[in-house]
């Protein structure tokens, strides 16, 4: 007789998550689907660094003071670990809403705006939300079906909504928003100092060789040299020159609590002349929040469990059916989990969903096959008595 077997397959809920980010080291790495920028970042800052300390530091350590490539080597670490964890962070992907939770907010849509005659427009979808005693318009994604909370913008890149975005910054492969931008500010804090000071004591270096032996002899004798900025031929450099006006202007935008999305668009200066509630008119309050503010939980459960059945019919030489398995084990394998987004959603959308109700829990339950009379086998007169079922019950459910 052939028993029908429920199994349950694990899988990680980040292997579900829709969007356009690629994940590694079994979810714990997020990032954009386009690395190849980034790759070349690191090709630029490690070559750079590496040509300095191969030619210039060793020779500034001996005549100035060792001080200078271990004070080097603390920059060149913080500004890759910096990289690294903006890189790989989640920048703060907001979770989409489930098909409950979109029907609902489709209903309550419907239910303000009421029915739009056919032909005309329907009204934008927007909710106002008040925030020191200014009015902030919350934006539908058509995507996320998610009415996005304050300050939160959709990617087109990465596909998905951005808690306080920024920008997307290709050069890190990832998303800036809530979750990484105080790391991304350092990174590009750091990597201005250092490309500073390795553009400084390129100079020095010229200059003391130079007094040695000459101009020309130095640059024959030090091909990094050679390539270094102050003569405008390192070419691997130079694409870093502009980050410290990139430095600058992020200094600018969090001394007043602004993102790169909101200077673009203007939304608190120019026609809307409407003053930033985000702003606490301190640039020290400014900072403190942007840059030292308690940083949130991922609401993307990324490496939580998710369970999928899969059904196997397997042939058992005994009597004995499937009613006589452990209630238990059956009602363990009866009820499914509910999905990754399900388990994502409540934190970031907030009082959008309060009236979304869960949904159904599926169960599976092993069906009887039928004998040519109709009756399950289990009610065949068989070695061992077991309780006759009759037609109409149907499958026993746990």
């Not at 903006?86 to 029915?115: C, H, K, Q, W, Y």
């Not at 929040?289 to 005994?318: F, H, K, M, Y």
């Amino acid at each position: 007789m052939s028993v029908m077997v429920v199994r349950k397959k694990a899988m990680r809920k980040w292997e579900k998550l829709p969007g356009r980010n690629t994940f590694c080291c079994d979810g714990r790495i997020m990032m954009a689907r386009q690395k190849g920028i980034f790759y070349l970042t690191l090709f630029l800052i490690l070559g750079t660094c590496a040509l300095f300390f191969a030619f210039e530091c060793r020779y500034l350590a001996v005549q100035l003071s060792p001080a200078i490539p271990v004070f080097a080597v603390v920059l060149f670490l913080f500004a890759m670990a910096m990289l690294l964890r903006t890189s790989f962070s989640d920048p703060g992907v907001i979770p989409r809403a489930l098909p409950d939770e979109a029907a609902f907010i489709e209903m309550e849509i419907e239910a303000t705006n009421g029915t739009v005659p056919q032909g005309q427009r329907p009204p934008p979808r927007i909710k106002n939300f008040q925030i020191n005693n200014q009015i902030v318009k919350l934006k539908y994604c058509y995507t996320c079906k998610i009415f996005r909370p304050p300050r939160a913008s959709h990617c087109s890149i990465c596909d998905n909504c951005v808690e306080r975005f920024d920008h997307h910054c290709p050069w890190v492969g990832n998303c800036v928003g809530k979750r990484n931008y105080r790391y991304f500010y350092l990174f590009i804090l750091s990597l201005s100092l250092l490309t500073i000071y390795i553009f400084t004591f390129n100079i020095v270096y010229v200059a003391l060789k130079s007094l040695k032996i000459g101009f020309l002899n130095t640059l024959k004798e030090t091909p990094g040299t050679y390539l270094s900025p102050p003569h405008g031929a390192y070419l691997p450099f130079r694409p870093l020159c502009p980050v410290v006006g990139l430095t600058g202007f992020h200094t600018f935008l969090v001394a007043l609590n602004q993102t790169t999305n909101e200077d673009i668009k203007g939304a608190w200066t120019g026609k809307n002349r409407v003053q930033n509630p985000y702003s606490h008119g301190n640039i020290v309050k400014n900072c403190c929040e942007v840059l030292c503010g308690p940083l949130p939980p991922s609401v993307l459960d990324r490496r939580g469990i998710l369970q999928q059945e899969e059904s196997s019919a397997q042939g058992d030489s005994s009597t004995r059916g499937p009613s006589t398995q452990e209630p238990g084990a059956l009602e363990k394998s009866s009820t499914q989990e509910p999905g990754a987004a399900q388990v994502l959603s409540a934190q970031a959308v907030g009082s959008t969903r309060e009236g979304s109700s869960s949904p159904t829990r599926q169960s599976a339950v092993p069906m009887l096959p039928l004998s040519p009379t109709g009756m399950p086998e289990e009610t065949q007169p068989s070695a061992v008595e077991l309780p006759a079922q009759t037609r109409d019950d149907g499958p026993t459910e746990h």
